[in-house]
């Protein structure tokens, strides 16, 4: 039995899931939006109806506009209402990683976006050539053919430049889409970004297309493995065992135990086998196998219709070259058939000139009455007026001979102009000299510029020479001077390198007395150390010997006095051999005292509180002695 419990969304048949719209299309289950059918990023869900796993929020869900679309739904009188979730912004912006500014990828984008709006049926013109650089109006008309495959009956306001961009993000584009890109949509930096967008919105497209077909949705959610070629997934049995007990909860059914016995039965079926015991199954093995040797009989022909596909797309290729190479060549014939019909209309123009011209002459040469002297007179005017006619076009063709020997110099001269004037322009630029508000340039446009009659725009001569004389005036009077600096410099470098050998030297020096003074030091103090040690030792003994001797006081008073006065002998000859060695050592003290301040003033010191110690020590032992003399 089935508890009662809300899973966050209407059920469907076939749930919308929001999907990514990168190339690796995976659906996502986990936050699949129900009622509004829109997600944050780049997922969306299409239908506009729930599906499982939705998380639940309050509100009512509004009826479909269309299949695509991504607006609320509303649900039947008797039913449970459950909203779903409204849409989920993000909070950055994310940088595109696609290469947009490829060509190579742009080329590819175009010819994605070609075919895709060539095979749906586009109604206006299209070709690849004005996918290069579209104007504002095709792109209008190319958006608002995509988006009406998600939104039906769809029609482009009267400021597409804001409408757009609001409904590439609300479709969760994850990429900023600016308005100001709206209004130069053809420019090099701006169509790339928009074509990408086109792009995304057709894969968003297809995968609506796919996600509205139940099987498209099924092999996402439930793809067939090895064990499971002949029957359903586990998970799809599950799945379809909460769809429908979850929508006879939204029906106000309480019973559930026909669907528990359904999914009962369907899975047993699929890890027992259906009815039939052993022989069933040794039937369907054997059938199996046959089939089995059918499709391994058939790999012939698999291998033959590949190589097949592969000659056909060759052919493809090659057709799809041989089509753009008439292309070419029709566009050629078409501009050659141009210039042809122009000379034609200036040739049939002439004719009619000449043929007037013609009649003329003739009406003048019938109306005129000549005489045999006038013919002859005729006949040599017109071979003279010829050999003048050959002349002049013997000199016409020697004046074109030298036009265009003329013209070669001065296309060459021009060419040298021109690489001369890029050589000194790029310098220019790197010398900081261009454009006028560079950093040397200081409000001059050294710039040079040659017109189409190879001639400078700029008078080099009277502004640029005079300025860059001035300003190399300038560099060798800046040079000179930092030519000196640099002198002055090197020699206080040199300078200082010897003062720094010698300090290094001195400091080389005290470091090695510094070392003796310290060897000295320690050796000495190891010394003062022992003898302290023994000092100390014997005053232990002493001490044990004091313990010693008040414990047989208390059993022996006389023999005590006896050893107390011995004791007190050897204490006195004790006090005057420490005496004697105090003196020996605080002469010893003061020697190395004397000897090691001139070296190092803390070693005096540390010396200092060694003498303090014995003084110490000293006083103690004349205590302990005057407390064993008045305790007697």
Not at 9 to 20: D, H, I, N, T
Not at 260 to 266: A, T, V
Not at 519 to 533: G, W
Request: hydrophobic share 30%; aromatic share 6%.
């Amino acid at each position: 039995m089935m508890r009662k419990s809300s899973l966050g969304g209407r059920p469907s048949l076939a749930g919308p899931l929001r999907v990514r719209t990168d190339d690796n299309v995976k659906p996502s289950s986990s936050r699949q939006s129900s009622g509004c059918g829109l997600s944050s990023g780049n997922r969306l869900s299409i239908g506009g109806r729930p599906s499982l796993g939705g998380r639940p929020s309050i509100g009512r869900a509004q009826k479909p506009v269309s299949r695509y679309s991504a607006y609320p739904t509303t649900a039947g009188q008797k039913r449970r209402h459950s909203s779903g979730i409204g849409i989920r912004g993000r909070t950055d912006v994310p940088k595109d990683p696609r290469p947009i500014s490829d060509k190579s990828f742009q080329h590819k984008m175009i010819r994605q976006l070609l075919e895709w709006l060539t095979d749906k049926g586009y109604s206006h013109p299209i070709s690849q050539k004005i996918l290069v650089s579209p104007p504002s109006k095709e792109f209008f008309r190319i958006f608002e053919f995509l988006y009406g495959h998600l939104e039906p009956k769809y029609k482009i306001g009267p400021k597409p430049e804001e409408e757009i961009p609001k409904i590439f993000k609300v479709l969760g584009y994850p990429f900023s889409i600016s308005k100001s890109s709206m209004f130069a949509i053809g420019s090099p930096h701006t169509w790339p970004y928009l074509l990408a967008a086109l792009i995304w919105l057709v894969e968003l497209i297809k995968m609506g297309h796919f996600m509205s077909d139940k099987a498209g949705i099924e092999a996402i959610l439930f793809p067939h493995e090895e064990d499971d070629f002949d029957s359903s997934p586990e998970n799809k049995l599950l799945f379809e065992y909460c769809e429908n007990t979850y929508a006879a909860f939204l029906s106000e059914e309480d019973e559930y135990d026909a669907y528990d016995e359904e999914l009962s039965r369907m899975l047993k079926d699929k890890y027992q086998g259906t009815g039939g015991g052993i022989d069933a199954l040794i039937a369907e093995n054997a059938r199996l196998k046959q089939e089995l040797d059918l499709l391994e009989q058939d790999g012939d022909r698999l291998v033959v219709l590949q190589e097949q596909r592969e000659v056909v797309r060759s052919d493809m290729t090659r057709f799809d070259q041989y089509l753009e190479e008439m292309s070419s060549y029709q566009h050629k014939l078409e501009i050659q058939q141009r210039e042809l019909e122009e000379d034609n209309e200036g040739l049939e123009a002439e004719y009619k000139s000449v043929e007037q011209k013609n009649k003329h002459m003739q009406a003048i040469y019938e109306t005129q009455n000549l005489t045999p002297a006038d013919v002859e007179r005729l006949k040599l005017n017109r071979q003279e007026l010829q050999r003048q006619i050959d002349a002049l076009d013997k000199e016409i063709e020697q004046v074109d001979l030298d036009n265009w020997k003329e013209e070669m110099n001065m296309a060459k001269s021009r060419e040298r102009l021109e690489t001369k004037s890029s050589e000194y322009n790029k310098m220019a630029h790197s010398l900081k000299l261009v454009p006028a508000s560079a950093e040397n340039a200081c409000g001059i446009d050294y710039e040079l510029k040659t017109s189409y009659q190879n001639t400078m725009t700029v008078d080099f001569d009277s502004t640029i020479k005079p300025a860059l004389m001035q300003l190399k005036k300038q560099c060798n009077v800046s040079l000179n001077e930092k030519s000196r600096q640099l002198l002055i410099q090197q020699d206080a470098l040199e300078q200082l390198c010897e003062h720094v050998t010698e300090h290094q030297d001195a400091v080389r020096v005290m470091e090695k007395n510094l070392n003796i003074a310290d060897e000295e030091y320690k050796t000495e103090k190891e010394s003062y150390q022992l003898e302290v040690q023994n000092i100390l030792e014997d005053i232990e003994l002493k001490q044990k010997m004091w313990d010693n001797s008040k414990k047989s006081s208390q059993q022996c008073r006389q023999e005590a006095q006896r050893e107390f006065k011995d004791a007190v002998k050897l204490a006195e000859q004790r006090k005057t051999e420490l005496l004697e060695e105090e003196q020996r050592a605080v002469e010893f003290l003061d020697t190395v005292v004397r000897e090691v301040v001139e070296h190092k003033t803390a070693i005096s010191e540390r010396l200092q509180e060694v003498v303090a110690d014995t003084k110490v020590l000293q006083k103690k032992t004349q205590e302990e002695t005057e407390k064993i003399c008045s305790y007697h």
